[in-house]
C-alpha cells in the first residue's frame, strides 16, 4: 500500500469541490481512461478581474490522483487566472504533504488541467506534448521518456552524464541498470556501442586522495613546529604508512619529557585534519634514513 | 497505512496467507533448543535432520510426488521458477526457445525477458477473452529447439487453470522438459505428481499459510538439472545453502493442514467465493468477473468495476477493514493496468477497475455478508466521481464526451 501522507488520505476520502459545476466557464480536461487517470476541471472566473470564483473536478484515478484534484480546486479558490498559473505541481504535491514519487505525475496532471481550463477560457488551444513512460528513478521521480529525451537531446553516453542532466541514478543507483537500457537503445539509433564506465573509485564522502592527504599532514607539521622551535626543538615528517604517520623529534624535545604530550597534542591534530584515526609515531631519523646501521 | 478501526476482513490470501499457527508452535523450537545444523554429524544436527526428512515427506504428500528425494527447498515460488528455467536451459544448451504463456507471473515473465535480451526466443501463448490457450497453437510451437515449456496452474489473479497435465504430456511426447509454476495451486487442489508427466513443479510457503521465505521445486526423479546455486552439497547438491530449517518445518506442518483442508477448500470456501461473487454482481451494474469461471480455483474471484480506478476502490475498502487487490496500474506504480487483463482483452474501460478478492478457509459468511454490503456504494460514490459516470450510468460513448487535449 502507497505511503499516503494524511492530508492526502484526506482529500480523498472527503474530496472538496467535487462534481459538475453548472456555470462553468473554463473548462480543462486532461488524461484518458487507458491511461488509468482522466481529469476535467470546471472553473467559474469572473470575467471582471479574471479572479476563480468558483472550481469543482471530476475525476476518474486512483487515490492521489483524487486528492490532488481536490487540493487543486482548494489551492486556487480565489486566486487570479495569472496568479493560478504560477502554481506548479510541485505546490498541489506540498499541499498535500508531498506524494510518493510514484504518484507525482498526478499532481502534473492537476496543473495541466489547469491550463487547459485557463486556455478554454481565453479561447487559445493548448497542447501539451508531455508523454509520460514507466517510472525508472524512484529516487528522483524521472521516467523513460524523460530519461530518453534528455539522452537523445544532449548526445549523452554515460549513467553519470544521465544522473548531471536528469538526477535519475544519483540517489540509490538501484535504476542504473534501467537506465543503461536506455543509453544502450539510444545509442544503438545513432550507430554507437553503449560502453558502461569502469567502477567508480570509491570515494567515501570527505575522503582524501594521497596527495591532499600528504599535504594536510605536512600542514599540520608545519602549524607545530614554530611552538617547538621556541623551545629549541623540531618535528620532521619522516614518512607516511597507511595509519602510521612517523615522525622525527629533533634537539630540546627529543627523547624529553614532553615529547609524549607533544606527538599527543600533534596526532589529536592529524585525526581532526583527516578525519580519520592514524598514528603519530617517532622514529630515529638515522634508524629510518641509514638502513646499514641497523642491526644485522 | 493504520489498522482501520472496524474488524479487519482479510481476502488477500492469494498475495499471502496468515501463517497457520500450528505451523508457527511447530518452528519455535527451532530458533532456540534444536538449533542444530542438518548436516553435522552430531546430535544437535542429526535430530534436525530427522525433522526436516519428516517436513519433506509431508510436503510430498500434498504434492503427490513419488519419492522425498525429489522436493529441492527454495527461497519460494521466484527462485523455484529461475531455477526450474535456468536449469533446463543450462541441461539444454543446443536448445534456444522457451514456450510460456502472457499472463505468467512476474517471476516467469521478466524471467523470459531477460533471456530474451540475452539471444533466446520466448514463444508467449495468447489467451482469449476468458484467459484460455489455444492448445493448437501450443502444439504446433513443440520442437527440438524448445529447451522448456513453463505454463502455470492456475492463474494468480483470475484463478484460472491451465490444462497442464494435458499440456505435460504433450511436451514429453515432443521430448521438452515441462515446468509449471503452481504457486497457487498448491494447497488449494488436489495434486499427483506422480502420475503425470510433469517434469518440475514450482510452489511457494507463504501461499498455503507457510511462512514466507520458504517454497519448494519439484523434480521428477529422472528429469536433467542443472543447479542454480552451487555450494554445500545440501539437498544433495541440487541447491547449496544452510536449510532454512524452521521455514521447513513450518512448511511441513502448513501442508499436513492443508491436505486436511482440502476438502473444506473446494466446499465452503468454494461456497463463500460463490455468494460473494452472486451478491457483488447483482447490485452493481456494469461489473463482470473475469478469467474462465467455470473453471478456476475455489477461492478466488476477480470482478472488473467499469468507469472506477482500482486503487480508489481498494483505499475506501481498507477504510472499511476490507483487504483485497488490484490490478490497476496505480497500486503497482506503473502506466499499464496488469498484463493478465490486457492479455485477456479487457477493455481499458474495465482494466483499471479490477478487484481479486481471495478467500480462505479463515473467513466466514458473516465476513462475506459485509463485504456484499460495502462494495456497491463504495462503487456508486466514486462513479459520481468519474467524468465518465453520468446521472444513472456512464456516459453514452466515454471518449467523445470527455474530450481530453491530450490523452
Ligand atoms: C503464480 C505465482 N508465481 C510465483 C509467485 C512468487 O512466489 P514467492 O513470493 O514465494 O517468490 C507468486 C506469488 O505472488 C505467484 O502468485
Ligand atoms: S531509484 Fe534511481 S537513484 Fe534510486
Redesign the interface.
Known amino acids: 500500500?502507497?505511503d499516503?501522507s494524511d492530508t492526502v488520505?484526506e482529500h480523498?476520502?472527503n474530496?472538496r469541490n467535487?462534481?459538475p459545476l453548472p456555470d462553468a466557464n473554463a473548462i480543462?480536461?486532461?488524461?484518458?481512461?487507458?491511461?488509468?487517470?482522466?481529469?476535467?476541471l470546471m472553473l467559474k472566473v469572473d470575467p471582471a478581474n479574471e479572479t476563480i470564483l468558483d472550481a469543482s473536478f471530476?475525476?476518474?484515478?486512483?487515490?492521489?490522483?483524487?486528492a490532488s484534484s481536490s487540493a487543486l480546486t482548494e489551492i486556487i479558490k480565489g486566486k487570479t487566472l495569472e496568479q493560478a498559473l504560477e502554481v506548479s505541481n510541485q505546490d498541489i504535491a506540498d499541499f498535500l504533504g508531498g506524494l510518493?514519487p510514484?504518484?507525482m505525475h498526478c499532481s502534473v496532471m492537476g496543473r495541466?488541467a489547469l491550463q487547459?481550463a485557463v486556455?478554454n477560457y481565453r479561447g487559445e488551444e493548448?497542447?501539451?506534448?508531455?508523454e509520460?513512460?514507466?517510472?525508472i528513478c524512484k529516487c528522483f521521480a524521472v521516467d523513460a521518456v524523460m530519461i530518453e529525451e534528455t539522452i537523445r537531446a544532449n548526445n549523452l553516453c554515460s549513467v553519470e552524464q544521465v544522473t548531471n542532466y536528469t538526477k535519475a541514478g544519483g540517489g540509490c543507483s538501484s535504476c542504473h541498470e534501467g537506465i543503461e537500457e536506455i543509453l544502450a537503445k539510444v545509442l544503438a539509433e545513432r550507430g554507437e556501442d553503449f560502453k558502461p564506465a569502469p567502477p567508480p573509485e570509491k570515494k567515501v564522502p570527505g575522503k582524501l586522495t594521497t596527495l591532499e592527504r600528504i599535504r594536510k599532514i605536512e600542514q599540520v607539521i608545519e602549524k607545530a613546529r614554530p611552538n617547538l622551535q621556541r623551545d629549541h626543538g623540531d618535528i620532521e615528517l619522516v614518512d607516511v604508512d597507511g595509519k602510521n604517520i612517523y615522525v622525527s623529534m629533533k634537539g630540546a624535545c627529543a627523547g624529553c619529557q614532553m615529547e609524549a604530550a607533544t606527538l599527543g597534542g600533534v596526532q589529536a591534530q592529524m585525526v581532526e585534519a583527516l578525519g580519520e584515526l592514524v598514528k603519530v609515531i617517532p622514529v630515529k631519523a638515522t634508524a629510518k634514513f641509514a638502513p646499514n646501521t641497523l642491526p644485522a | 497505512?493504520s489498522i482501520p478501526s472496524p474488524t479487519p476482513i482479510y481476502l488477500d490470501n492469494n498475495a499471502t496467507t496468515r501463517c497457520a499457527p500450528e505451523a508457527v508452535a511447530a518452528m519455535l523450537p527451532y530458533f532456540t533448543e534444536q538449533f542444530g545444523n542438518p548436516s553435522s554429524m552430531h546430535s544437535f544436527g542429526a535430530k534436525v535432520g530427522h525433522a526436516v526428512k519428516s517436513a519433506r515427506a509431508s510436503l510430498q504428500k500434498l504434492l503427490g510426488a513419488e519419492y522425498d528425494s525429489e522436493i529441492i527447498y527454495t527461497a519460494g515460488g521466484t527462485e523455484a521458477d529461475n531455477t526450474a528455467i535456468l536449469s533446463a536451459l543450462k541441461a539444454n544448451p543446443e536448445r534456444k526457445e522457451i514456450i510460456t504463456t502472457t499472463v505468467e507471473h512476474h517471476a516467469v515473465l521478466h524471467l523470459c525477458d531477460q533471456l530474451e535480451k540475452e539471444g533466446y526466443t520466448i514463444h508467449r501463448l495468447k489467451v482469449d477473452g476468458k484467459g484460455r490457450l489455444n492448445l493448437d497453437e501450443y502444439a504446433a510451437l513443440l520442437s527440438d529447439k524448445v529447451a522448456v515449456v513453463s505454463v502455470m496452474w492456475a492463474n494468480n489473479e483470475t484463478g484460472t487453470y491451465f490444462p497442464v497435465k494435458q499440456m505435460a504430456e504433450m511436451a514429453h511426447a515432443a521430448g521438452i522438459l515441462f515446468h509449471t509454476d503452481a504457486v497457487q495451486a498448491v494447497g488449494k487442489i488436489p495434486l499427483d505428481l506422480a502420475n503425470s508427466a510433469i517434469d518440475m513443479l514450482s510452489m511457494s510457503g507463504h501461499k498455503l499459510h507457510a511462512p514466507k521465505g520458504i517454497g519448494a521445486l519439484y523434480l521428477r526423479r529422472g528429469a536433467r538439472f542443472r543447479p542454480l546455486l552451487r555450494g554445500g552439497g545440501q539437498e544433495r547438491g541440487r541447491r547449496a545453502g544452510t536449510e532454512n530449517v524452521p521455514s521447513i518445518i513450518g512448511l511441513g506442518v502448513a501442508a499436513e493442514l492443508a491436505l486436511e483442508r482440502m476438502e473444506l477448500e473446494n466446499t465452503y470456501v468454494r461456497a463463500l467465493r460463490d455468494k460473494l461473487q452472486a451478491g457483488i454482481l447483482s447490485a452493481v451494474p456494469h461489473a463482470f468477473a473475469t478469467g474462465d469461471v467455470d473453471n478456476r480455483l475455489p477461492n478466488t474471484l476477480n470482478i472488473a468495476f467499469e468507469?472506477?480506478?482500482?486503487?480508489?476502490i481498494?483505499?475506501?475498502l481498507?477504510?472499511q477493514g476490507i483487504a483485497a487487490s488490484s490490478g490497476?496500474?496505480?497500486?503497482s506504480?506503473?502506466?499499464e493496468?496488469s498484463h493478465v487483463m490486457r492479455a485477456m482483452g479487457i477493455p481499458?474501460?474495465a482494466a483499471?477497475g479490477t478487484i481479486r478478492f481471495s478467500l480462505s478457509h479463515e473467513n466466514t459468511e458473516t465476513e462475506i455478508d459485509r463485504v456484499i454490503a460495502a462494495v456497491p456504494p463504495i462503487i456508486a460514490q466514486l462513479r459520481?466521481?468519474?467524468?465518465?459516470w453520468g446521472e444513472n450510468g456512464p456516459v453514452t460513448d466515454?471518449?467523445k464526451a470527455?474530450?481530453?487535449?491530450?490523452?
Not at chain 2, 470527455?402 to 490523452?407: G, L
Open positions: 500500500m502507497w499516503y488520505k480523498f476520502y474530496p467535487a462534481g480543462g480536461e486532461v488524461g484518458s481512461i487507458s491511461c488509468g487517470d482522466a481529469l476535467r471530476q475525476t476518474f484515478g486512483c487515490g492521489s490522483a483524487i510518493p510514484e504518484k495541466e487547459s486556455a493548448w497542447k501539451d506534448d508531455h509520460e513512460g514507466a517510472l | 497505512m468507469y472506477v480506478e482500482g486503487e480508489a481498494l483505499m475506501l481498507n477504510k490497476s496500474a496505480c497500486t506504480g506503473s502506466l493496468p481499458y474501460t483499471h459520481k466521481l468519474s467524468p465518465y466515454p471518449e470527455f474530450a481530453p487535449t491530450y490523452a
